[in-house]
Nanobody
Framework: QVQLAESGGGLVQAGGSLRLSCAAS????????MGWFRQAPGKDREFVTAISRSGGRTSYADSVKGRFTISRDNAKNTVVLQMSSLKPEDTANYYCAAGLGYLVPLRPSDYHYWGQGTQVTVSS
């Protein structure tokens, strides 16, 4: 079992940057692909980015390509989402997730464990 805890959210002006971290418990972190999703009020949870178990493969939503970067450190059981050139439409609660079975899972249903989320608010 894996427990996930996000941190690093906050309020930032448009054009600014934030760095989200997700710390995972357990000794099997490297067995899981990791992803970030976000959910704005009244909207469905949407895929943001994901990274394979080794970190060698990544995938990004079109809306964040070129602005967000995902990385992981299997020795430290952490995954990081570096966000830059933030826009008001990036405002959402951001969730870290761990999944088995797919190289780079894209759907919420592909993930088995979720964090509690961290709020990101981008002001215009």
């Amino acid at each position: 079992q894996v427990q996930l805890a996000e941190s690093g959210g906050g309020l930032v002006q448009a054009g600014g940057s934030l760095r989200l971290s997700c710390a995972a418990s357990g000794r099997t972190f490297s067995s899981y692909a990791m992803g970030w999703f976000r959910q704005a009020p009244g909207k469905d949870r949407e895929f943001v980015t994901a990274i394979s178990r080794s970190g060698g493969r990544t995938s990004y939503a079109d809306s964040v390509k070129g602005r967000f970067t995902i990385s992981r450190d299997n020795a430290k059981n952490t995954v990081v989402l570096q966000m830059s050139s933030l826009k008001p439409e990036d405002t959402a609660n951001y969730y870290c997730a761990a999944g088995l079975g797919y190289l780079v899972p894209l759907r919420p249903s592909d993930y088995h464990y979720w964090g509690q989320g961290t709020q990101v608010t981008v002001s215009s």
